[in-house]
């Protein structure tokens, strides 16, 4: 019997399903905005009738004023946050509207953030740090993967370390969330790759974590299962309807258990990718998972043969062991099925900077819910692995 006490924390409102965008002005009424700052990226902007001009209609029929920040890098920055920022405060804006995945929502926390605390943003870096109140965000969700529309996390990289850094805090939530999976329809199968397998990452290390719990474990269990009945569909027709909507709804319970459960070495060691060559989020977690989980398959075998099945693997007859050993095959399988590359040297890592990467791994905010705990030497040896 567990003898400790849980939260369980996710935005105050949260839309999803087929033309959810339509909300997003009348929410921001609700909320007492009158001038939003629009954050998302190039890219999303110069689409046509896109989720930016989509937003920006919905925004103005409800009577709010808008200005663009479309300044968002992937992987944002500090600069990003600092650039932002500027915006802010020179068009006296009061609310956030973030449209995008996982770079919009977290360049426009961490505007909240900056906009709200003196400092450094890194000197916030670690759990409940943040001592003042954001302005509201409105999170207007674009790919099926990162989740960020619904979780505490602010990931940005420090441009003079190139060290990803997590501010982790209640006061990250944004107040709405908007998961339209029309937003999502056409996106490059690449992109829908990455997304997806990141999702995957979210729920798997959801699961095993030190701190999941019956609740977060309903969320991630039912993410695994609609991620491997759907993800291969998606990434082949990006048109199809019914894999974008179920896709969104697993990127939106894998947020809700992590956001809860937390992560693990998966992460901890993708953000040091990020940072240090800037790789794709998603592509990081894809190349590490299998590694990664067969590290930590002996802290839990249960539960990761419990994954197997989750994934539409034939346990029956298996030992746990074996079965669990399923788990990393069915991983590996999606992962190469969809086009992810299989090894970190062929994205340009360099075994030189293993040791300092499984350094800092050890010190990301995600290392502590591990269900194994390691040491430097374990953590270069999966980079290793890996490459």
Same mark, same amino acid.
């Given at each position: ?6 939260? =369980? ?22 909320? $007492?905005?009158?001038? *939003? ?41 500090? &600069? ?9 405060? @020179? ?6 509207? &973030?449209?995008?995945?996982? +770079? ?10 900056? *906009? /709200? ?6 000197? =916030?870096?670690?759990?409940? &740090? ?17 989740? +960020?529309?619904?979780? !505490? ?7 003079? &370390? ?6 982790? +805090?209640?006061?990250?939530?944004? +107040? ?9 329809? $056409? ?8 997304? $997806?397998?990141?999702?995957? /990452?979210?729920?798997?290390?959801? =699961? ?16 695994? !299962? ?9 990434? #082949? ?6 894999? !974008? ?19 693990? =070495? ?35 075998? %249960? ?9 539409? %693997?034939? /346990? ?8 669990? %050993?399923?788990?990393?095959? #069915? ?7 969809? $086009? ?22 050890? @010190? ?16 270069? %040896? ?6």
């Amino acid at each position: 019997m567990s003898y400790r006490m849980f939260d =369980y924390l996710v935005p105050n409102v949260n839309f999803f399903g087929p033309n959810a965008i339509s909300v997003v002005g009348e929410r921001c009424k609700l909320l $007492g905005g009158k001038k *939003a700052l629009l954050v998302t990226d190039k890219g999303l902007r110069a689409i046509k009738d896109g989720a930016v001009d989509k937003t920006l209609t919905h925004l103005r029929e409800a009577g709010i004023d808008v200005v663009v920040f479309d300044g968002v890098e992937p992987n944002p920055k500090d &600069t990003n946050v600092r650039d932002g920022l500027e915006v802010f405060r @020179k068009e006296h804006c009061d609310i956030i509207v &973030t449209v995008g995945g996982g +770079s919009p929502h977290d360049c426009g926390k961490g505007i909240g953030i900056a *906009a /709200t605390h003196e400092g450094d943003l890194y000197s =916030y870096a670690g759990i409940e &740090t943040l001592t003042n109140p954001l302005p509201p965000i409105v999170a207007v969700n674009t790919t099926a993967g990162t989740a +960020s529309e619904v979780t !505490r996390h602010c990931v940005l990289t420090n441009t003079k &370390t190139k060290v990803k850094f997590v501010i982790v +805090s209640w006061r990250n939530l944004p +107040s709405v969330s908007i998961n339209d999976p029309l937003l999502m329809l $056409g996106k490059p199968a690449p992109l829908t790759a990455a997304t $997806g397998m990141d999702a995957l /990452t979210h729920a798997v290390e959801a =699961y095993i974590s030190k701190d999941a719990n019956p609740v977060t474990d309903a969320a991630a269990i039912q993410a695994i !299962r609609l991620i491997a009945r759907n993800l291969r569909q998606a990434v #082949a027709l990006g048109s199809n309807l019914k894999a !974008r909507e179920n896709m969104a709804y697993a990127s939106l319970l894998a947020g809700m258990a992590f956001n809860n459960a937390n992560l693990g =070495y998966v992460h901890a060691m993708a953000h040091q990718l990020g940072g240090l060559y800037d790789m794709p989020h998603g592509v990081a977690n894809a190349v590490l998972l299998p590694h990664v989980a067969r590290y930590n398959l002996i802290a839990n075998p %249960e539960k990761f043969a419990d994954i197997a099945e989750f994934m539409g %693997e034939n /346990t029956d007859g298996l030992s746990t062991m074996d079965a669990a %050993e399923l788990a990393i095959h #069915a991983i590996a399988r999606l992962s190469a099925d969809i $086009g992810i590359p299989q090894h970190l040297r062929d994205l340009g890592v360099k075994e030189a900077d293993f040791p300092y990467m499984a350094e800092m791994a050890l @010190k990301d905010g995600n290392a502590f819910s591990n269900p194994r705990k390691g040491n430097e030497k374990e953590i270069a %040896e999966i980079f290793r692995q890996a490459f």
